[in-house]
């Protein structure tokens, strides 16, 4: 930090003021519990990904770098103090990412005052690490490898994992990773590539690897060690604490770049990069489109590198089944990719293309009121609220992704014309099913869906819109059904922790060194953080819930056992409904809801529904 002694200490004692007076064993515990309300409270910004059950409309009637080796050190002291007090410091430091001088103030202010704890950082944070990390040249940059077992045993001595999996001497885990470019700064070249784990039974990711440096990595030396672990793993198998951990499933969830480039295949400019089917682009407009559906590519003509759109062998052909391993990625392919190019059409249009849907700047003024409005029953499970149409080129992929499940069949349907309403309600009602597990049965009608979406594009539109992203619909529904719902091919848990990341890395000489060491930390912070507390309220918006049996309710008052009060809700009527009445909101638990004189007392709540009321409701 560059500033002035006077200044420096000014700011510590405004930090300090709010967390620390101790002078006795009862301020001491009154700080131990102010760590853990940070920590609930950060639980709710990491969750970008929380799956809301469907909505409801009531109507009434100095930087941290250090050394990579200073960091990893294998000589831990055993008889270190061992407080929660000291375990609760390192998680406050992690969560509000404390600068170096600043914390080492902190620890020397807690150490004259008496208190049991390490006096420096350094010490502090060495029971994060528990063996050493081996760093190695690569290519332009620096590559460090941790390991996907090195997590598994993280997670087994932090009981993370489902006790029902050791029942079983022979545990098999499946496997979600992400592999993507991370740029550090604006003002250089320098790029972060980590890979990513996430087990099933886990909703935070964990780190593997990590490459820094200028450009991609040589691809072959960059996935050798994973490839090495993940084969092990399928087959042998790693023992630890009398279980056998193995791999049964693995999938690789990234966008099409990264995917193109960890599958040695052509990028999505190719004629043939399409890495499902065969089919064959066409340059129309200045992009290269893929109008058509071609027979599926192979495992086996990938295996002999006679696939027409590989450019290199991938090492991970000895490991996963490129044909179903590498599914769409719900967030980059249809929240930033068609959702956000739908948007724009309706808005603003793009660049050669000025469809008959967009909107005027009357009709674009009443979804801003409706949004203004909208905002006020918004629960606070929602990473984001509405932000108005002006802002669309600031819009985050969980922005697009609520407007696509939640608020676009309202906003959209008084003001776009109807063949470009429903033509958007075939995509909502598609994704809406395909994001909901208990949703399983309608899954032959989100596929019928997504057909006439795709076909009414060259009608509505132009066929020139059937890029990458939107010809990746033919294959969504088959990965679908083979994963199980979209939040299985999803990105954005892998893209909350790398945000995360990048927010903790300075600028400084030690970049890559800085970047592994807060790989950990990150880790650390997931690990620690509450991401599946969801909060009900007697007041508006997060007085609506679901009971175990389906029903709907509204929330009058919630007891000290986490058991509530309220009045069941009755459907009265759809919201919307399309091809005929053969689809409708109702068929997803959406639509016009009404008071019953039903009461239920002292139930306990399944998850959270969400309620917007119109104009004239109560």
Known sequence: ??????????????????????????????????????????????????????????????DDAGSVDEFMDDNIIDDEPEPDFAHQLLLFYLLFNIPVRAMNYLLRLLVSNGCQVPATLHLLKKPLSKFKTQVETMGTGQFAYVGIFENIKYCVDRMMLPSSLFDSTEIKLNLKLNCDGLPLFKSSKITLWPIL????????????????????????????????????????????????????KISFICDTPARSFIQGTKGHAGYSSCCWCRTTGEYIHG????????????????????????????PLLLVVPFTTAFPPDFMHMVCLGIMKKLMKLYTSGVKGLRAACRLSLEQVKRINSEISYLRCYVPREFSRKPRLLHDLKHYKASEFRNYLLYWGPVLLQKELQAPYYEHFLLLHFATY?????????????????????????????????????????????????????????????????????????????????????QLRNVRAIYADAELN??????????????????????????????????TVLELTRHLYQFDNSRFSSSLLGIGYYRRTRVRVMNRFLQTRQSAFLDNKSF
């Open 287 to 314: 992009r290269v489109v893929f109008p058509s559906f071609c027979e599926l590519r192979t495992n086996e003509d990938y295996a002999t590198m006679n696939e027409n759109n590989q450019t290199i062998r991938s």
């Open 433 to 517: 099913v395909y994001s909901s597990p208990k949703l399983r049965h309608l899954f032959p009608a989100a596929r019928a869906c997504i057909q006439r979406f795709l076909f009414d594009i060259r009608r509505l539109f132009h066929e020139s819109l059937y890029t990458v992203n939107f010809h990746g619909l033919f294959h969504l529904p088959d990965f679908v059904e083979m994963h199980g719902s979209l939040l299985e091919m999803s990105a954005f848990p892998f893209e909350n922790f790398l945000g995360l990341l990048k927010r903790r890395i300075r600028a400084s000489r030690h970049i890559f060194s800085q970047s592994v060491n």
């Open 1 to 62: 930090i560059n500033m002035a002694s006077r200044n420096f200490n000014r700011e510590i004692r405004k930090k300090l003021l709010d967390f620390i007076h101790v002078e006795g064993d009862s301020e001491a515990h009154e700080f131990n519990s102010r760590p853990m309300d940070a920590e609930r409270q950060f639980g709710s910004i990491l969750d970008e990904d929380e799956d809301v059950e469907p909505t409801v409309y009531i109507s009434e009637q100095e």
């Open 197 to 248: 784990v996430q087990f099933e039974h886990i909703r935070q990711p964990f780190p593997v690897a990590s490459f820094c440096g200028l450009g991609l990595p040589p691809l072959l030396d960059y996935l050798e060690q994973l490839t090495n672990e993940l084969s092990i793993l399928q087959t042998t198998g790693i023992q630890y604490k009398d279980h056998k951990f193995k791999v049964e």
């Open 533 to 566: 507390t969801i909060y009900f309220s007697p007041e508006s918006p997060n007085n609506c819930a679901i009971l175990p049996d389906g029903r709907i309710v509204v929330v009058s008052n919630v007891t000290a056992s986490g058991h509530v009060d309220g």
